[in-house]
């Protein structure tokens, strides 16, 4: 059985003051739960020592937002995998439909990035997800697949690599996927992944985020192919998030 990890992923909010929500988390959810699933925050950089000092003993995993696919250089305002490596990250997300659309992330340069992150010691959490226009194409499953063949990185295995499938039209609207269109594009997702590494299909883990919340995490971490969740905006709320996280079970 592949074990759960639901992640919140904070984007560009919260200040010190919102370190309390990492101590809350903590009382709200309890030891045997953090046993059982992977509880990760992805704070902005700017919180990213102190959380990780917040989440001192408690169980709860922190991770990074970003990073860049150089190990060093001269790259003004980028950080680097092995820095957040040093500041003792586990995790980081990479090619975030955000980042894709903001920044003009191509898959290549996800997988440079993604591929930084293993050789710096992290768990990589790799985004693909379709726009409405391509699902409304009927394009959903070629857009994600081809993402998904040119986003990972070579000799990438289950211990080393999350993927994270996000529609892009479920991000921040309010609309969520309905729970098979989840579980279809997960399922092809895995076999995707079977195609490129045949022995890493069924433990590879496949989040889903698109706008998860409290009042649909237990329906969407229930079906058989989704091993968790990226969660946005109610993973800025402690009771929220705890709440995704005892819906895991």
Not at 227 to 237: H, K, N, R, T, Y
């Amino acid at each position: 059985m592949r074990r759960k990890l639901i992640a919140g992923n904070w984007k560009m909010n919260g200040v010190r003051a919102s370190l309390s929500e990492i101590a809350r988390l903590a009382e709200l959810t309890d030891r045997d739960q953090r046993r059982r699933h992977d509880v990760l925050i992805c704070p902005p950089l700017t919180l990213a020592w102190t959380s990780a000092l917040a989440a001192l003993g408690s169980g709860i995993l922190i991770g990074a937002q970003d990073c860049h696919a150089n190990a060093s250089g001269a790259h003004t305002g980028d950080v680097s995998a092995n820095m957040l490596s040093d500041l003792g990250l586990s995790h980081v997300i990479v090619g975030h439909s955000e980042r894709r659309a903001d920044h003009a992330e191509t898959s290549a340069v996800v997988k440079a990035k993604a591929t930084a992150a293993l050789g710096a010691g992290l768990v990589a959490i790799v985004c693909v997800g379709e726009t409405l226009a391509e699902r409304e194409a009927g394009k959903a499953e070629a857009v994600v697949g081809r993402q998904v063949r040119a986003s990972l990185p070579d000799g990438f295995d289950a211990r080393t690599t999350v993927i994270a499938y996000e529609p892009v039209w479920a991000i921040g609207t309010g609309k969520t996927a309905t729970p098979s269109d989840v579980q279809v594009m997960h399922s092809f997702i895995r076999s995707v992944v079977k195609r490129m590494a045949r022995t890493e299909a069924s433990a590879i883990r496949i989040l889903y985020g698109g706008s998860v919340k409290p009042g649909n995490a237990a329906e969407l971490l229930a079906l058989p192919d989704v091993d968790g969740a990226l969660v946005g905006g109610a993973s800025l709320v402690a009771s929220d998030f705890a709440s995704i996280v005892k819906a895991a079970g």
